[in-house]
C-alpha cells in the first residue's frame, strides 16, 4: 500500500495480505529425487522437475530458468539447514496457486514462505539469500492481517496492525494486464532513483498517516502524495496519466507499470469497471474480496 521501492532503503511501507495464495503439499517417495510440479488456480501443471537430491542439478525439468531458481531457493534452504533433504528420502512436492499467475500477487514470496516452513528455517533468511527483495512480501505471506515492514541494515521489523478504513468500499484494486520483474525492478530503483534519503523520510510520514487516516479524502491526498514523491524520485509517469479524465484516484503497487493498481472511487463498481473496461481492462476487485 505503501513503500514500494523506498523499502529497500529503510522506509516503513504498509503492506495488505492477500486471501488468495499458494499451498504446497510433500510427499515422500520411494526414490531418491525431488519430482515438484506447480499448478495453476485452474489446476493444470504449468512447470515440473525432477531435481537430484544429490547436488540439487535438474534432472529433467519443462522450464530450465525456473527450475534454476528452484535449485537455488533448495540450495539456500540447505545452506541455513544442514539437516534439511539429507537423509535421501525421494519426495513428490506439488504447489498450487489460488490466483492466475499474471496476477503477481506473490507466487515466489509464497514459495519461499513455504519452502522455509518445510525447511524449519527463517523465511526472511530464506528470502534474503535468494532475491535483492526487501522481503516485506515474504512477511506478507505468513501474516494474518495488514502489517507495517521495516528493514534497514541493522534489523528487520514487521508489526501487525489494524487498518480497516471506513471508506474501503470505496477501494478496488485494478489488474493491469502486465507482470513487472521485480529484480529488474528493484535494479532500476537502486541505478536511477534519486534524493532517496528524502524520499524515506516523506514515505514515512505518509505510512504513518495512512495507519489513522479517517476519510477517503485524506486517503485520496496521501496516495496521490505518494505517487509524487515516487514519480520525480525515479523519473516515471505516474499511472493516472493513462487515465486522465478518471474521476477517482490510481496509486501503483509494487513495481510500477505491472500487476495491480488501487483505484478510489465514489462511483458505484459496476460503473467503476464499465469505465476500465472500456480501456481494455476487465479484472477489477473490491478492497474486501482481496485483503485478508
Not at 519430482?35 to 537430491?53: A, P, Y
Not at 527450475?67 to 539437516?83: D, F, G, H, Y
Not at 505468513?142 to 489494524?162: H, K, L, N, R
Request: glycine letters at 6%.
Amino acid at each position: 500500500m505503501t513503500g514500494e521501492y523506498a523499502v529497500l532503503d529503510g522506509a516503513k511501507a504498509l503492506a495488505l495480505p492477500t486471501k488468495k495464495g499458494q499451498s504446497m503439499t510433500i510427499k515422500k517417495t520411494r526414490g531418491s529425487d525431488l519430482i515438484w510440479e506447480s499448478l495453476d488456480d485452474q489446476g493444470e501443471v504449468w512447470f515440473r522437475s525432477t531435481i537430484s537430491l544429490l547436488d540439487f542439478s535438474a534432472i529433467a525439468t519443462s522450464d530450465e530458468q525456473v527450475s534454476k531458481k528452484l535449485q537455488k531457493m533448495l540450495k539456500s534452504c540447505v545452506r541455513l539447514n544442514s539437516e534439511f533433504l539429507s537423509k535421501w528420502n525421494g519426495f513428490k512436492v506439488e504447489t498450487q496457486l489460488e490466483f492466475p499467475r499474471n496476477w503477481g500477487l506473490g507466487s515466489s514470496s509464497t514459495l519461499v514462505h513455504a519452502l522455509a516452513e518445510w525447511a524449519e528455517v527463517h523465511p526472511l533468511m530464506l528470502c534474503y539469500k535468494c532475491s535483492n527483495g526487501s522481503g516485506y512480501d515474504v512477511a506478507c505471506a505468513g501474516a494474518e492481517g495488514p502489517i507495517v515492514f521495516q528493514s534497514d541494515a541493522e534489523s528487520v521489523s514487521y508489526t501487525p496492525i489494524e487498518f480497516n478504513p471506513s471508506f474501503k468500499n470505496n477501494l478496488f484494486f485494478l489488474h493491469l494486464g502486465k507482470k513487472q520483474d521485480s529484480e529488474s525492478q528493484v535494479e532500476f530503483y537502486l541505478k536511477k532513483a534519486k534524493n532517496r534519503k528524502n524520499l524515506v523520510k516523506e514515505i514515512n510520514a505518509i505510512t504513518e498517516k495512512m495507519m489513522v487516516v479517517k476519510t477517503l479524502d485524506e486517503f485520496e491526498a496521501l496516495i496521490c502524495s505518494h505517487e509524487d514523491l515516487l514519480s520525480q524520485c525515479l523519473g516515471v509517469p505516474k499511472i493516472k496519466t493513462q487515465f486522465p479524465d478518471y474521476w477517482g484516484c490510481i496509486k501503483s503497487l509494487g513495481a510500477w507499470g505491472g500487476d495491480f493498481a488501487l483505484v478510489t472511487s465514489t462511483q458505484s463498481f459496476e460503473d467503476t469497471k464499465k469505465y476500465f473496461s472500456e480501456k481494455g481492462l476487465d479484472t477489477l476487485i473490491a478492497f474486501e474480496e482481496m485483503v485478508l
